[in-house]
């Protein structure tokens, strides 16, 4: 139902020229095998990537950091999400490159309008990003805004093994375990459940 | 569950073998099962792969996003408009299990009867005009001792004899209901204040070990997810190992059909499919079922096409297709004091079924049944849990989270969809999938009083609602479908050749030989949970087939 949403976010612009590539590509083993390729990128000191530039990772850090910011609680800096997403994108979501692309561009020309003269997003001061943000929130076709906080969400809060929600943190601030196996009472209101009474 | 392809029986493509099942999910795990059972040779091509229980994974990001269970847009990309008269654009309109086992893997597991009215409802009230309403060739009571087969052999949780709108039984749930959720606890307290009856859900999903398999471990995958414990009574751990233990079933994975052969009499005789490789083998039988799902079924008739059938295999009646319906469903959530943990366990505890048919002096058709339920898992709420009156980004935001993600319920609506001649699966003019076929085009606009009936329930939900006590409640908003994913209506089941695709026993009225059966076969959609229905008429169907097969009448 809604979920059609986020698949929309995500999947909605599937290029066609993918084709054939996609036939049996995500089998079980590639997909161990990425599991183990995001985590060695997650853990890796040194900060190379395969799909941002240098000023892509550090706007998106910055953009990242302001739809889930650093206070008394980890965001999405301490999940990990930059490299989450550049993960994904030169690996299993090749197809949004290019609707990332022209998210940046939309970003670096909003820079351009609200801060005449600034070279970057993440260059900016704290208060003018969130004015930026507000406007290509804003904008008409909202898909630019949408597909950075999209990105952002799914790093914050994805299985660890992608590289993102780094030692859990995401899941941890929402209240979510990862167990196998819970038994009842499971929440407050059926841990007081008297069903003659109810 | 060992992740080995158990041995199994293996036919030749030269050797015909007495049915040949397109679909190895809902309904053709069942056909493969019963057939087999009954001493028939059966070959099972499935377009997905053959996963076990430890390719399972509570990836998120993977299972929803990238279709680990599900029809692959990247690779069948489907096209989607509102009216004939709209040119169809790419995108997502619809999603279906691609997988031994099928939709009931990766399903909620929300397994509802229809009751005596659904197959009836027509004759009853009124046709409605402008819309293909009519009444099933078969009812309640023919479907009855099918409904419970399916409850007892694939093995389902529930309480009979609490819902005053039951319909009759012949014997009641194998196992008893799972346990309750704090959803389900609001619910029905808020439902008992407003004099309405709410009762345990029935569900698909194991409360105790039943038939050598484990109970249900409560992790809360459901929707969306393949169970790692087997819990979840799909196909997979159910029919598909019983049909291969009887030595006459094999299952064919990776194989993607893409023509049913007819000879020069108009029979059929086998079908025509890509293996794994992409080589294109050709399976003969003496008979064939399409148990394709809703939009694949109907699909691969108009793939089919011969001098024949010019516009479509067992098109004569050219509703191949036509009268897809969808259900809708309405939201509304609600935000709480303490924990509910709602991630945790089956997604739906508690029901309702007062609004089983509304009321016509509202002024207009439908109804449907109510639950109570956590929709999402932690990326999704992060997308679309939260009441829009909050912040959706920064730190008030990370803080709505940090609260409500345990803190959150919803109820959810499941209606009526009326039968629409436009509302339809066919071949997109100009996408191809990765095989070269052409597309999936789905177009779909709801009726009317589809929209009012899921209003009528979103209003409903919100009283529920407020009568739990939430300390916050909003309603999402009413929209028209563009996205399905019950597939129901696009082969209808009637007496008459030229207003209907298949008969009473699923044959189709054009080709002796060609049986449809899954939920392409309704004649009216029901409420919104159309699983055990799909599955009764599967083994309805497997005795009528076997009757006339043993009669020389196939």
Redesign the interface.
């Given at each position: 139902?809604?979920?059609?949403?986020?698949?929309?976010?995500?999947?909605?612009q599937?290029g066609?020229s993918?084709?054939?590539l996609?036939?049996?590509s995500?089998t079980?083993d590639l997909?161990a095998q990425a599991h183990a390729y995001a985590q060695a990128a997650g853990q890796s000191a040194t900060k190379t990537y395969r799909f941002f530039t240098p000023q892509q990772a550090a706007d998106f850090d910055a953009f990242s950091a302001?739809?889930?910011?650093t206070?008394e609680?980890p965001?999405a800096r301490e999940a990990n999400v930059v490299h989450f997403t550049d993960y994904?994108l030169s690996t299993?979501d090749r197809?949004q490159q290019a609707d990332m692309r022209d998210a940046f561009k939309s970003l670096q020309e909003q820079v351009a309008k609200t801060v005449p003269g600034a070279t970057s997003f993440a260059a900016i001061t704290p208060a003018q990003q969130?004015e930026v943000?507000k406007a290509i929130e804003a904008m008409q076709d909202a898909g630019a805004f949408g597909l950075l906080?999209?990105f952002t969400?799914?790093g914050?809060?994805?299985?660890p093994?992608?590289g993102g929600n780094k030692d859990k943190v995401?899941?941890k601030?929402?209240?979510?375990?990862?167990?196998?196996?819970?038994?009842?009472p499971?929440?407050?209101?059926?841990a007081?459940?008297d069903e003659g009474k109810? | 569950m060992s992740g080995v392809t158990p041995p199994q029986r293996h036919y030749k493509l030269t050797d015909a073998v007495d049915f040949v099942i397109i679909g190895a999910g809902a309904s053709g795990g069942v056909l493969a099962r019963e057939l087999s059972r009954n001493g028939f040779s059966v070959v099972v091509l499935e377009q997905g792969p053959w996963?076990t229980t430890k390719?399972f994974?509570?990836?998120?990001?993977?299972n929803?996003?990238?279709?680990?269970l599900t029809n692959?847009?990247?690779?069948q990309?489907t096209t989607f408009r509102k009216t004939p008269k709209d040119k169809a654009k790419?995108?997502?309109a619809l999603v279906y299990g691609r997988m031994v086992g099928g939709g009931p893997v990766h399903f909620t597991a929300n397994y509802w009867r229809f009751h005596e009215i659904d197959f009836i409802e027509a004759g009853k009230k009124g046709t409605i005009a402008g819309t293909g309403f009519a009444d099933w060739p078969i009812t309640y009571a023919d479907l009855e001792p099918y409904y419970t087969k399916a409850e007892w052999d694939l093995g389902v949780s529930g309480q009979a004899g609490v819902s005053p709108f039951d319909p009759p039984r012949s014997k009641p749930y194998p196992l008893p209901p799972m346990?309750?959720?704090?959803s389900?606890?609001?619910f029905?307290?808020g439902a008992?204040k407003l004099g309405y009856h709410p009762f345990p859900a029935p569900v698909a999903i194991l409360s105790q070990s039943y038939q050598g398999r484990m109970p249900c471990?409560?992790?809360?995958f459901c929707m969306g997810f393949g169970c790692?414990m087997g819990a979840k009574s799909s196909p997979l751990p159910t029919m598909i190992p019983q049909a291969i233990a009887t030595g006459r079933c094999e299952i064919r994975p990776n194989s993607y059909v893409r023509k049913i052969e007819l000879d020069t009499h108009g029979r059929a005789t086998g079908a025509i499919y890509f293996d794994?490789s992409?080589k294109e083998n050709l399976q003969r039988a003496r008979a064939v079922i399409v148990a394709a799902n809703g939009s694949e079924t109907p699909r691969l008739l108009l793939l089919s096409k011969s001098n024949r059938f010019p516009d479509g295999l067992a098109n004569s009646s050219g509703l191949v297709g036509k009268y897809l319906m969808f259900n809708t469903?309405s939201?509304a959530g609600g935000l709480?004091e303490?924990?509910?943990?709602?991630?945790?366990?089956i997604e739906v505890t508690r029901i309702m079924h007062d609004f089983y048919e509304i009321d016509p002096k509202h002024g207009f058709y439908g109804g449907g049944g109510i639950d109570a339920r956590f929709?999402w898992y932690?990326?999704?709420?992060?997308?679309?849990g939260l009441p829009p009156r909050l912040p959706?980004?920064?730190?008030e935001?990370?803080k709505a989270?940090?609260k409500y993600?345990?803190r959150s319920m919803y109820v959810v609506g499941h209606t009526t969809s009326l039968p629409l001649e436009d509302n339809s699966i066919s071949l997109d003019d100009t996408?191809k999938d990765?095989w070269g076929l052409p597309a999936m085009r789905v177009t779909y606009k709801d009726h009317p009083d589809d929209l009012k009936t899921n209003q009528f329930m979103r209003d409903r939900s919100m009283e529920i609602l407020e009568a739990t006590g939430a300390q916050d409640k909003w309603a999402?908003p009413v929209q028209e479908s563009?996205?399905g994913?019950h597939l129901l209506g696009t082969c209808r089941m009637g007496k008459d050749p030229k207003t209907s695709v298949v008969n009473s026993d699923h044959r189709t009225h054009d080709v002796p030989n060609l049986f449809l059966c899954d939920g392409s076969s309704f004649v009216t959609s029901g409420r919104g949970q159309p699983t055990e229905t799909i599955q009764a008429l599967a083994f309805r169907a497997s005795d009528r087939i076997t009757a006339l097969a043993k009669q020389n009448q196939i």
């Open positions: 139902m809604d979920t059609d949403q986020t698949r929309r976010m995500f999947l909605g599937a066609a993918l084709g054939l996609w036939l049996g995500l079980p997909l302001q739809i889930l910011p206070d609680t965001g994904v299993i197809d969130i943000m906080r999209g969400l799914t914050f809060l994805c299985d093994a992608l995401g899941w601030l929402i209240g979510f375990q990862d167990d196998f196996y819970y038994k009842p499971f929440g407050y209101y059926d007081h459940y109810s | 996963l390719d994974t509570h990836d998120e990001y993977m929803w996003n990238h279709a680990l692959d847009y990247r690779k990309p790419k995108r997502p346990p309750i959720k704090s389900g606890v609001l029905e307290q008992r471990a409560h992790c809360g790692e794994k992409g469903d939201l709480f303490h924990p509910l943990n709602e991630y945790k366990s929709l932690p990326i999704q709420f992060s997308f679309n959706q980004w920064g730190s935001y990370k989270l940090q993600f345990t996408v990765a999402y563009t996205f994913f």
